[in-house]
């Protein structure tokens, strides 16, 4: 009734949901997905984001059963982020001192860039798009990153109060303006969470919708954080590829330690770094760039550098090897 008005009055989005191999549905033809059936199987939260994540303008949906169960780990991700969150929130004080650490002011900010995305989104009808930026911030920052860091606040007993009580508020704050942002998606388990927080009112329904101007953004934090996380992904690079054990203590050198001397426990607990030195290349090493800056991790004692030596030869030799093949293929006419 409403796509007659402004301003939808020139806007018609039509889309289909077909089946995976992009049949129309039938009775006759053994392909239809009843609806209330998958309700039953998987809610109808993580229907809707299917369904939304799935509408790209002007091609008809295929059914995936695959992706949708993809968007029940979401939820179940979401619900177990809170749960943690919740935990915390239990000795948060809203008008008690805080201090906001880089990691704070960062998730913040990349909150407010979600939220311009997401805006953006959904004010040119991409709602798919919208669905995804949710996605990815909700399982890429806050609980793959964020939450992490946020332990080195919560957690440790050199941290202060008002370093904690900060945590506490940036978790409540995120996951505030989380909710309220994936409500037009998910509205069952956001008004259940939104039931949950303290400090909330009424129904999610009748809250604002989050605006970019409720986020300041912080430049340096960014810079900061980012930095780290390269770091981070580096090292667990390495680990990976040489089979450390990621409980075995590393050490890491690197000429300006300056950039990352600020974030200890962050890099002992998301990367197993122990200790951080000043300096280049002495023995047995690996190595990674991160913003232009070299990084060392003393391989002495940590690997068995004769195998590892062995280990790259075979793969050298399997590059040369597939180069050898390639340029066969390319020489022949």
Known sequence: HFMDQAPFSDVYIHALVRDENGLKMSKTKGNVVDPLERINEIGADALRMTLVAMETQGRDILWNNQRANGYVKFQN????????????????????????SAYDHW????????????????????????AGEIYAFTWDELCDWYLEFSKGSLYSEEASEAAKQGA???????????????????PF???????????????????PYPKVSDFPSDPESLRQVATIQEVIKSIRRIRADMEISPRLPIGLRTKDPSAISNHPEALRDLAGVHSIEAGGRTGPASTFVVNGAPYFVPLEGVV??????????????KVDADIGFLNKKLANK
């Open 77 to 100: 991700k979401m619900w177990q982020a809170f749960r943690f969150t919740m935990m915390h929130l239990e000795e948060y004080d809203v008008d008690a001192e805080r201090t906001l």
């Open 107 to 130: 998730i913040l900010a990349r909150t407010g860039e979600a939220v311009k995305r997401v805006r953006g989104a959904l004010d040119n009808y991409k709602f798919n798009e919208a």
């Open 168 to 186: 506490r508020h940036t978790l409540w704050t995120v996951f505030e303006s989380l909710v309220r942002l994936i409500h037009p998606i998910m």
């Open 304 to 317: 068995d550098v004769d195998a590892e030596r062995a280990r790259l030869d075979k793969v050298i030799a």
């Open 189 to 207: 388990l956001s008004e259940e969470i939104w039931q949950t927080l303290p400090n909330t009112e009424g129904s999610i329904v009748s809250a």
